[in-house]
């Protein structure tokens, strides 16, 4: 499970132009939220996974601008406590608080229903929205990403371990679990990697508030089998050949959740699987283009 949130860290991508640059930004209950809007057309909102960013996980993968020439209207945020949107330090402003970010950017920009993709955390945020407010939803997107069950006893252990180690700067026995990728799948990070990957990740995130993040975000996860049952929105998953835990997750939807497709990305692992979702949700979108 904790691969599902951490196998970021490990992503090679440069920080994109965008990071570096001020975006728009709107006050969301008190807290700055920053976004792009980019193209027009029907919108698809884009949420990041955790430690990332729109630049990192959207648009330096190329996947902004492949809905863009595709015709969509692109929203892409960065969650609170992440890129260059504010940063609580109190978990109490994590968790669904990040979910009504959502239904608030929408409201601030007048949009009355969206395609919405999520990555990683993104996706938990993204299941939240469809239990909570499918009437905005067009269709939703998970890309590495599913649903844990009802028991998350061992879950919740896992995120405030996590956050433990977050709040003293050490990510590594997390990096070695973001790696695994089972008998077939790359070989487990070098001890220099997993430093670097330590480092990089420090580099631009603040270990308070990913810790805060950490602990705040367990009640995304809470999801009744009954809610997805009910569902009525289409839903797309996708999931690398190599992420298996990811894999596992949407497993557990299939049956539960109504009109869901399962897409695998050969070849990719949590962290590279990003590029090569562009071209099915895509497809998936254009078959639930609105007249």
């Not at 976004?35 to 029907?42: A, F, I, K, P, S």
């Not at 879950?155 to 977050?166: C, G, I, R």
């Not at 009954?226 to 997750?249: F, K, T």
């Amino acid at each position: 499970m904790i691969a599902l949130l951490l196998a970021s860290l490990l992503a090679a991508s440069p920080v994109g132009l965008a990071e570096q640059n001020a975006a728009l930004s709107f006050d969301s209950n008190g807290v700055p939220i920053s976004y792009v809007d980019r193209g027009r057309g029907t919108p698809v909102v884009l949420i990041h996974g955790f430690t990332g960013s729109y630049a990192r996980h959207w648009e330096t993968p190329g996947v902004i601008d492949a809905l863009d020439k595709a015709g969509y209207r692109v929203i892409a945020l960065d969650v609170r406590g992440h890129g260059q949107s504010g940063k609580p330090r109190d978990a109490s402003q994590y968790g669904l608080e990040m979910v009504r970010d959502v239904t608030r950017l929408l409201d601030h920009l007048g949009i009355d229903r969206a395609h919405v993709v999520g990555y990683s955390m993104g996706g938990a945020m993204a299941v939240q929205l469809l239990v909570r407010s499918p009437g905005r939803l067009i269709t939703v997107a998970l890309l590495g990403s599913g649903w844990e069950g009802d028991n998350l006893k061992a879950f919740t252990s896992q995120l405030e371990m996590m956050a433990d180690a977050f709040a003293k700067r050490d990510a590594t026995w997390l990096i070695r679990g973001v790696t695994a990728s089972g008998p077939n799948g790359p070989p487990p990070p070098t001890d220099a990697e997993i430093a670097a990957a330590n480092a990089s990740m420090f580099a631009r995130n603040d270990p308070d508030v990913m810790a805060a993040v950490a602990r705040g975000m367990i009640p995304l996860y809470d999801v009744p089998e009954a809610s997805l049952r009910e569902a009525r929105v289409p839903m797309l998953a996708m999931a690398g050949e190599h992420d298996a835990l990811a894999v596992q997750s949407i497993k557990r939807m299939v049956g539960v959740v109504p009109k869901l497709e399962v897409v695998d990305l050969a070849g990719a692992t949590h962290a590279s699987s990003v590029r090569p979702s562009a071209q099915p949700l895509i497809a998936f979108l254009d078959k639930h283009r609105e007249k």
